[in-house]
């Protein structure tokens, strides 16, 4: 057995396609694998690739190996005459077999004999193999990757110069590298292009020299903070580009040192231009947007108000509806009752029945005055009130006026003075509505003045106008009040003392006044009485006399 194995010179392990393959030396019985490059390559690797050519056609048998011109060649080359094969291990993963090839120089050395006594030899060597092939794979694994990544690093990085200026020429921003004096070494294409130059007209150009007159002491004083600060600063810088535009860039720069020298800037910036004209165009709208906003807010309270009053009017409507309704029915409740009365009872005395009728005739006119001021409302409203003028003398109707309101004076003790300049004062009006709007004023003094007290109407003829003044000694208008009092169904509220009414009489009187291009103006104090002032136009060609005398 140890014959056999003493006898053998060399052993041959195909290993890889790679054209490794391990040669195991033997050695005064010692054996070691080592690779067999270097021990003559040229004929194992021959050999090598034929045995791998027959593995993967029709397996490496003796007689189709010892046929080979390579195994010629290596057994000459090794002084060997015969030899013997082993697989030893199967197919790897990298479809790969290994065989041992034993070769001796004693002719049919390798019996089936000696090859049993081979064979546990034969397995140690393949383990040694098995693992001095997995080391070699991943050592050759690798090396093929670190050699292939420095190999790309170094590229890249032998030619990173390149690469970087391509990258510079991709970006929109300008980036610019300036040395200590502050002049251009190096600008990117597009920055340039900015500035509308191009890169090798800006070369040795002071930065300074493209930036706007305007411009140039904020920008000196910019680089004088940079060169102190030795950290990135930022600032905005106004370019007059070589077509005499106005470029606004913002800079990021930073300067570059060498052994505590500044030797040159680095510096990267964005065309702000459009922002800026947008930033402006923000300022510029800015007071117009305040405007708008303070319009929007004087529009917003004035709808508010406007809700508010029509609010109010509802609240106003409502309740002039429910007073209108109560004031219709306590009438008509007279009216119905007395009636009632006389046809039920034909033996009703013929005085009682004289009163009763007197009762139902009064109510009754109160109710058509009632009916009438509704009227009067929805023509006020509906601003279908057409004077019928006449030249009047307004001196003699007051005086009708107030004859008529006499009585009422007289229920309250109420005393009633009339006081009007001698002459006769004309005015071109409708004398019938301006009755109605006296008669109201008048009415409404004798209504908030308290019993006894005295209510005065005084005409007053100025130049081209008459003045009539209804004052009284009543319960007079709140200040808070006296804004409203023109106002459809305004009634100031008198908590406890509520006295009838309905809040149109001094619309009407307001409307006529109004028509007749005459002012009217009001004063009040709370429980001190209250004074109406009205002015009218005289009717100048029939006062003419009283004028001149
Ligand atoms: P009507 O429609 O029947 O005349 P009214 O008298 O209440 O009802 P207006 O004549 O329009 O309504 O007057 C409006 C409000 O002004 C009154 O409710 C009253 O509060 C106040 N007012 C008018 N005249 C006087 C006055 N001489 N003294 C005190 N308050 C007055
Ligand atoms: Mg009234």
């Not at 040229?42 to 050519?53: A, G, P, Q, R």
Request: charged letters at 30%; aromatic letters at 8%.
């Amino acid at each position: 057995m140890t014959g056999s194995i003493d006898n053998t010179l060399f052993i041959l392990a195909k290993i890889t396609k790679s054209k490794a393959a391990l040669l195991l030396k033997l050695n005064n019985l010692e054996s070691r694998v080592i690779s067999f490059v270097g021990e003559n390559p040229n004929k194992l690797t021959e050999f090598n690739d034929s045995l791998f050519h027959l593995h993967k056609s029709s397996g490496v048998e003796l007689t189709s190996v010892e046929s080979l011109p390579a195994f010629k060649s290596v057994t000459n080359y090794f002084g060997v005459t015969s030899c013997f094969i082993e697989n030893v291990f199967s197919v790897n993963e990298r479809n790969e077999s290994v065989y041992l090839i034993l070769f001796t120089d004693e002719i049919n050395r390798y019996d089936q004999g000696s090859r049993d006594i081979l064979f546990p030899i034969i397995n140690i060597l393949s383990n040694q193999l098995k693992e001095a092939e997995s080391e070699e794979y991943q050592a050759a694994e690798e090396e093929m990757l670190v050699t292939e990544e420095s190999v790309d690093e170094k590229f890249i990085l032998e030619n990173w110069k390149e690469n970087f200026n391509d990258l510079l020429n991709l970006s929109d921003d300008i980036i610019l590298l300036l040395d200590s004096a502050g002049c251009f070494l190096k600008i990117n294409n597009s920055g340039a292009l900015t500035l509308d130059y191009k890169p090798e007209e800006l070369k040795g150009k002071h930065f300074l020299d493209i930036v706007s007159d305007e411009n140039k002491a904020e920008v000196s004083i910019a680089f004088n903070s940079l060169i102190h600060s030795k950290k990135p600063t930022t600032f905005r810088a106004e370019f007059k580009t070589k077509l005499d535009k106005n470029v606004s860039v913002e800079f990021t720069a930073k300067t570059i040192i060498k052994e505590n020298k500044i030797i040159g800037l680095i510096g990267i910036g964005k065309d702000i231009s459009q922002l800026k004209k947008y930033e402006e165009e923000v300022r510029r709208l800015k007071p117009k947007l305040i405007e708008a906003e303070r319009i929007i807010q004087v529009e917003r309270s004035r709808v508010q108000h406007q809700k508010s009053i029509i609010e109010e009017l509802n609240r106003l409507k409502s309740e002039f509806v429910s007073n209108i309704s109560h004031e219709f029915r306590t009438p008509l409740a007279s009216i119905i009752g007395f009636s009632e009365t006389i046809v039920s009872d034909p033996d009703l005395p013929e005085e009682m029945k004289a009163e009763f009728n007197n009762v139902i005739l009064t109510e009754g006119k109160r109710l058509a005055k009632l009916i009438n001021d509704v009227l009067d409302l929805s023509k006020i409203e509906g601003n279908k009130i057409t004077l019928v003028k006449n030249n009047f003398n307004i001196i003699s109707m007051l005086k009708k006026i107030i004859e008529e309101n006499k009585p009422l004076a007289e229920e309250k003790s109420i005393v009633l003075n009339y006081e009007y300049p001698q002459n006769e004062i004309f005015i071109e009006g409708d004398e019938e509505k301006l009755a109605q709007a006296f008669d109201a004023l008048i009415n409404n003094a004798i209504k908030f003045t308290n019993n006894q007290g005295r209510v005065k109407v005084i005409v007053n003829s100025l130049y081209k106008e008459v003045e009539i003044v209804v004052s009284d000694t009543g319960i007079g208008i709140p200040k808070k009040d006296l804004p409203y009092i023109f106002q459809k169904f305004y009634r100031v509220s008198r908590p406890g003392t509520e006295i009838p009414g309905t809040g149109i009489g001094l619309v009407f009187v307001k409307q006529i006044v109004d028509l007749h291009k005459g002012l009217i103006s009001v004063q009040s104090e709370l429980g001190n009485g209250t004074t109406f002032i009205i002015k009218l136009l005289k009717n100048t060609r029939v006062n003419k006399s009283e004028v001149r005398s």
